[in-house]
């Protein structure tokens, strides 16, 4: 197997080998810093840049099948973001996403194709109930990815706090994770329910998901 990787010109990722073990194990991985300060920094100046331009929109419930705005299910407003037409923050979180990838697809096989992300705001006062992040008529979320991009002060006590409802030998167990900036967490789409309880100060993140063919 060594001789492979070396013909494939493979350097193990100690960070990326955690996320894969985690993974494996919990099915969900939570990374402290995967983004620096600094580029933590850009993303939150350009996700405020485009709020105030009034770019974002009400979230919905559903894929374009089935979309349906539900303000008891959902309060964040989002704006996709096109690979494409990035800007320099854009880019910077593009090109880690592209790396983990590909490691990705590489290590494990995952036939990671296309992916998909939008920068999330949730203003005070809003959630986002439990659910599921897969559709009935469309399954090819394999991996759910969330990154936070809130202010370095972020306390517990400011709420928006993401809930992860696992299966511990046929008993439930609530794993809650609070968003810390530059906190990434990823975990199985169509396996781990979750829900964001609601938030006492604006909420900010980019989400989004890793999908197959």
């Known amino acids: 197997m060594s001789q492979l990787f070396e013909a494939l010109d493979f350097v193990e990722n100690p960070l990326y080998e955690q996320i894969i073990n985690d993974i494996g194990k919990q099915k969900y991985a939570i990374v402290d810093d995967f983004f620096s300060v600094e580029e933590v920094d850009v993303l939150r100046t350009s996700i405020l840049d485009k709020h105030e331009e009034d770019a974002f929109k009400k979230a919905a419930i559903g894929n374009k099948f089935d979309e349906l705005i539900v303000k008891t299910i959902r309060g964040d407003v989002i704006l996709w973001i096109d690979e494409a037409k990035s800007n320099y ?14 490691y990705l697809n ?11 992300f939008h920068y999330a705001i949730y ?16 399954d090819r979320r394999k991996l759910s990815f969330v990154c936070y991009l809130n202010h370095e002060d972020w306390q517990p006590e400011n709420g928006g706090e993401l809930v992860l409802y696992l299966d511990d030998n046929g008993q439930e167990v609530e794993k809650v994770v609070y968003p810390f900036p530059g906190r990434v967490v990823i975990f199985e789409s169509q396996i781990l329910e979750h829900e964001v309880k609601p938030v006492n100060t604006k909420r900010l993140s980019i989400t989004g998901w890793l999908k197959t063919r």
Do not use: M, Q
């Open 106 to 116: 590489k290590t494990c096989f995952l036939g990671i194709l296309h992916k998909e």
């Open 123 to 138: 203003p005070k006062a809003t959630f986002y109930k439990r659910h599921l992040d897969t559709f009935k008529n469309d």
């Open 89 to 102: 923050a854009e880019s910077l979180f593009f090109k880690k996403i592209n790396d983990l990838v590909g």
